[in-house]
């Protein structure tokens, strides 16, 4: 059925409340009003309210007692109202949930859902991608979905998997995007990504909003004569490092493309892995697409020119089909 | 090769007449001393432990009493001067020593040090280094318990500086609002590191903060082991009614510095005087001798047998070997087997 990539996720865990009953809820607002952006919407009634726990604006508790009830034996799900205020949990994150399994064998099975992103004019609080943070922690998963195909398998996923995992999703996304999602149960395997399109001359690698973005410049491209792969990763942490390098192997050529900002961010991490691993089948120097390095802006014009779109991708991948 | 039995033999006689019980708390407060003096004055000093040190010297009494409170399965989440906790649990001086010295014997294998340890099966969860990180979890597994209909609650500790973390506040908050069977104990030893309590908040007490959470709480002597039994007794009963959860402050003083580096210059002589005539150990010897509940000879004799013990478990700790280097990458993620 065509399904938005927010009702996707939404079908996702209802699926899992459903055959689940250690799953539950907990965050706020997503109880009597179905989370800021709805995604929890009808899940009150169906559930009931210890099921789905409207909590206090207390970010570090809602993932403290995520972990906490993990420990318990539960699949807490905790949602942060939007991405921009999981710092405000950070550390009950980095240092308890990410560590806990090294130190002392208790896993924290646990998911962080965190709406993020920009082009929405949500500005300096409400727009941010602050992905990179968590691939520098070593015990966490990191995952974003693309499409609403892959939305639904990786909250499945995500859920049932015996790790914290934090889960970005794409507000630009939620409703702007559709896809084919099968009512039935099936998950997306966790840290692997998808060749989301094949092609001959160039990769680009990116995740979440950006595969639409490199989606369009490539048919522009193709127009053009350069055929672009787009690896789309879905999983940020581990990385399938081996997806992305045979894509680079077989095309030559490769840009790194993400909203989050450019330095520290993970087309650093992404093009130190290809030069390092395959350097020999380089024909030119891998390049990224990033945002600036600035806060994210509020005005329509600043934010503009803040994002990364397609005009700046086909930029970057004409300089390099002709280098 | 197997840990040295934590519990000693005298203590197959301890059943719940005051009698016992007295018993029991002396035996866990003295092992937990003999324990910490070995770590602190004498290993530490070696160089055979590297890392932190952080004792509970002169606060035995909350840890020893609070825990003897709890059932076998409620949860405990201790926090660095709580190590009573862990023998009450069943876990040896062995384990513990091995741990401080980064052994494969040690609780978290030479993963962590000090006591960073915890063990999900004991029902015993591990501190993490950010002071009151613990509470919004123990809200989180008190939350779930709940939501299961058990009868089992969860006990959390803290020193009254933690109680200045956004943390404490909201672990409470949440866990006050969802009726959460939770029971927080905190040891108000009247500083944090080198910070005396009235620059850590304007209240007098701990307990002043609970009123904000529409909770009860209760102030007791932090060096009588019984007042913090019977105090932990109510708060127990009133998390197992449903209704919530509930604070003790246990005054007590840290008759030691901040860690074994600490010479805390910056503590006033008489401080360590007057409390130093409260020492919860003495006091429950003298309680038992009072009460004919014990002769000199047995409290000596139970003295002796600790000190064998905890020889024993020295010997063991060192002969356990340090982790291999090939295992430092494993259990980052589940592994498949
Ligand atoms: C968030 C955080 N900041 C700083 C520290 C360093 N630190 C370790 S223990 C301590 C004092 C803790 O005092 P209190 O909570 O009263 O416990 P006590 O040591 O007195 O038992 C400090 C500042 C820490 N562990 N965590």
Redesign the interface.
């Known amino acids: 059925m065509e399904t938005t990539y927010l009702e996707a996720i939404r079908k996702g865990i209802w699926e899992e409340m459903e055959r689940d009953p250690k799953v539950f809820l907990l965050g706020e607002d997503i109880g009597i009003y179905g989370g800021a952006f709805k995604v929890t919407a009808g899940m009150l009634d169906r559930f009931g309210e210890e099921r789905v726990v409207d909590t206090p604006i207390s970010e570090s508790a809602i993932v403290g007692a995520a972990i906490g009830a993990s420990f318990m034996g539960m699949r807490p799900v905790a949602e942060m109202q939007f991405a921009d205020f999981i710092t405000c949990g950070f550390d009950q994150i980095v240092n308890f949930a990410a560590k806990c399994r090294y130190r002392w064998n208790a896993p924290a099975p646990l998911v962080v859902r965190a709406p993020s992103g920009g082009g929405i004019h949500g500005g300096p609080f409400h727009s941010q991608n602050p992905e990179a943070w968590f691939v520098h922690t070593p015990g966490l998963k990191v995952v974003q979905p693309a499409t609403a195909y892959d939305a639904k398998g990786l909250i499945k996923a995500s859920i049932r998997d015996n790790d914290p995992v934090i889960f970005f999703e794409h507000k630009a996304l939620y409703r702007k995007i559709k896809g084919e999602v099968p009512e039935e149960d099936y998950t997306v395997e966790l840290g692997k990504a998808s060749v989301f399109r094949e092609g001959r001359d160039m990769s680009v690698i990116t995740y979440g909003a950006m595969v639409h973005v490199a989606a369009e410049a490539a048919e522009v491209l193709e127009q053009e004569g350069v055929s672009v792969e787009i690896i789309d990763l879905r999983t940020l942490l581990p990385m399938d490092e081996e997806t992305v390098l045979s894509s680079v192997r077989k095309t030559s050529k490769a840009i790194v493309l993400h909203e989050a900002t450019l330095t520290g961010g993970l087309g650093g991490e992404l093009s130190a892995r290809i030069t390092e691993k395959a350097f020999e089948s380089l024909d030119g120097p891998v390049l990224r697409l990033a945002a600036p390095d600035t806060p994210v802006p509020y005005a329509p014009t600043l934010e503009k020119a803040f994002l990364p779109d397609v005009e700046k991708l086909l930029e970057k991948a004409r300089w390099l089909a002709a280098y | 090769m197997a840990a040295v039995k934590p519990v000693s033999p005298l203590m197959d006689a301890g059943t719940n007449t005051e009698a016992g019980l007295s018993l029991r708390f002396l035996y866990y407060m003295s092992l937990m001393r003999e324990v910490e003096d070995r770590i602190e004055r004498k290993l530490y000093r070696q160089g055979k432990i590297l890392g932190g040190v952080y004792v509970g010297r002169g606060q035995e009494a909350i840890c020893v009493g609070a825990g003897l409170v709890a059932e076998p399965d409620d949860?405990l989440f201790p926090c660095h001067r709580d190590l009573g906790l862990y023998f009450i649990r069943g876990i040896g001086p062995a384990e513990v020593l091995a741990q401080y010295m980064g052994r494969v014997g040690g609780?978290?294998q030479g993963?962590?040090g000090n006591m960073?340890?915890?063990?999900?099966k004991r029902r015993i969860?591990?501190i993490?280094?950010?002071m009151a990180?613990s509470?919004?979890?123990?809200?989180?597994?008190?939350?779930?318990?709940k939501?299961?209909r058990s009868r089992n609650i969860?006990f959390v500790f803290f020193g009254d500086g933690a109680t200045s973390r956004?943390?404490w506040h909201?672990?409470i908050?949440?866990a006050a609002?969802?009726k959460a069977p939770l029971v927080l104990i905190c040891n108000n030893n009247q500083y944090a590191y080198s910070t005396p309590t009235e620059k850590q908040m304007s209240c007098e007490h701990v307990a002043d903060r609970a009123p904000g959470y529409g909770i009860p709480a209760e102030m007791v002597d932090g060096n009588d082991a019984w007042a913090v039994y019977e105090a932990t007794q109510r708060a127990a009963d009133h998390a197992r009614q449903g209704l919530g959860p509930y604070l003790i402050e246990c005054k007590t003083f840290r008759m030691t510095g901040h860690s074994a580096h600490d010479g805390a210059d910056y503590v006033p002589k008489h401080l360590w005087e007057e409390w130093g005539a409260k020492d919860p150990i003495a006091r429950m010897e003298n309680l038992m001798l009072d009460r004919g509940y014990a002769a000199r000879e047995d409290l000596e004799s139970l003295q002796d047998q600790i000190r064998r013990q905890v020889d024993e478990a020295v010997a063991w700790a060192e002969a356990s070997p340090y982790p291999e280097p090939e295992t430092l990458a494993r259990?980052?993620?589940?592994e498949s087997r």
């Open positions: 949860v609780l978290t993963r962590d960073h340890m915890g063990d999900l969860v591990a993490i280094s950010a990180a509470v919004p979890v123990a809200a989180g597994a008190a939350m779930a318990l939501q299961q969860v956004g943390d909201e672990g908050n949440l609002v969802q259990n980052v993620y589940e």
